[in-house]
Every structure is written in C-alpha cells, then in structure tokens.
C-alpha cells in the first residue's frame, strides 16, 4: 500500500469518528450531511483520477521526466499530500 493510500484511509477514518462525535450538534447537521455526501461522492471521483492513468503517466515519463525543475500549488491544511507519494510504479 502506498503511503497515500495509507494517509487517505487514516484520514477517512478520522472523519468518520468526527462525525460520529459531531452527531448530537443540531448545529452542525447540514455540514455533516455535506461531509457524508462527499465521502459518499469519493469511490467515484478515485475511479475517475485512476481512468486517467495512462495519459498521467504519459505526462510524467514524458515532459516532467525531462524537466529540470517543477513546482506544485495547493491550497488549504491538505496541500502538503502533494509531496507525500512520489513513487511511480
């Protein structure tokens, strides 16, 4: 298993415990029922990125192998995922 895959399952789970520790808070139902709503959502966006397997990793053996340098944004508390998992297969 990837350390992604790793870090996605952890943080999947702490989720879950989030809500379930969020349940009694009428405050915060809507934004609960957005959060399963994505978690839901999440099996299909993965399958969508790993469809584009292929043509990514075209991209990577092709004109980021060749760069000399490369520089990646992100946003938010989750923008350091991007330096997690550097391993191509």
């Known amino acids: 298993m990837s350390v992604l895959q790793a870090y996605t ?3 999947i789970a702490l989720m879950l415990m989030a809500l ?3 349940e009694d808070r009428i405050s915060f139902t809507d934004r609960r029922n957005q959060i399963i709503d994505g978690l839901r959502a999440l099996p ?4 969508s990125v790993l469809e584009k397997d292929a043509s990514l990793r075209e991209l990577a ?3 980021l192998a060749n760069s000399r340098s490369l520089l990646l944004m992100g ?8 330096f997690c998992d550097r ?3």
Do not use: C, H, P
């Open 9 to 11: 399952s952890q943080y």
């Open 20 to 22: 379930q520790l969020s």
């Open 44 to 47: 299909a966006q993965i399958k």
């Open 61 to 63: 053996n092709g004109v």
């Open 75 to 82: 946003r938010g508390y989750q923008s350091v995922v991007f």
């Open 87 to 89: 391993t191509i297969n």
